[in-house]
């Protein structure tokens, strides 16, 4: 069964701290998305991952195609990164995706 | 390009009514689905569609309906609403590993 696995389910930090979550997936999945969701507000896509690291501004996502894991990090966390963050796993020779349950992010100034 | 469309934002039926969610793409995305999202469950997949006239059940199908005559439109249908259907609705569009959601359709069910 292909299966994602989110850590943690919620987080808390104060402003300007170096934020990291983790994604585990099942042998099956090619590649993953991160997802950003702002409270009552749609979903985007942050980066799509199948190897290495990619960066954008304040937001870093690596993944290890061996160890099936993949972190986001954001450093200089500010306020308006508070969101849900979602790993959602690329199910191999398809285009559906299977989600973790999703982070909460809160950055307090 | 509008991206993906939902309508409408929010809609209250009452149990047994139907109505349909509606969906449109302008990215001439072939892949096009359908999700729930409710608290501690996450994103489920309710139907999806590889392109004009082709559709399969996701996780979740039970009480909807879906058809795509267009490249365009994927619209989902509530035959008989139950309270167990309040949800967000995303539509999602994607070519490739480019994935895109609409706004959501949040949906309660009295």
């Known amino acids: 069964k292909n299966e994602v696995e989110q850590s943690p389910q919620n987080l808390t930090a104060q402003e300007g701290e170096f934020i990291t979550i983790n994604c585990s997936y099942s042998?099956?999945?090619?590649?993953l998305h991160w997802l950003q969701q702002h409270p009552g507000g749609g979903i985007v896509s942050l980066f799509m991952?199948?190897?290495g690291k990619k960066k954008h501004g304040r937001l870093i996502a690596t993944i290890n195609i061996q160890e099936k894991h993949s972190s986001l990090h954001i450093t200089a966390s500010h306020p308006r990164d508070s969101a849900v963050y979602i790993c959602?796993?690329?199910?191999?020779?398809?285009?559906?995706?299977?989600f973790g349950q999703g982070t909460r992010l809160t950055i307090n100034p | 390009n509008a991206g993906v469309t939902q309508t409408p934002k929010f809609q209250v039926l009452k149990t047994g009514q139907s109505m349909t969610l509606q969906c449109a793409q302008d990215m001439n995305h072939e892949y096009m689905s359908w999700y729930r999202q409710d608290p501690g469950m996450g994103l489920r997949l309710i139907h999806y569609s590889v392109g004009a006239g082709i559709t399969d059940q996701g996780e979740v199908p039970n009480g909807y309906n879906v058809s795509r005559s267009t490249t365009e439109d994927f619209p989902l249908r509530l035959l008989s609403a139950a309270p167990s259907q309040t949800s967000v609705y995303f539509c999602?569009?994607?070519?490739?590993?480019?994935?895109?959601f609409g706004p959501g359709t949040r949906l309660t069910v009295t």
């Open positions: 991952l199948s190897s």
């Open positions: 042998v099956g999945i090619s590649a």
């Open positions: 959602a796993g690329v199910i191999q020779g398809a285009q559906k995706l299977v």
């Open positions: 999602a569009s994607s070519r490739g590993y480019e994935q895109y």
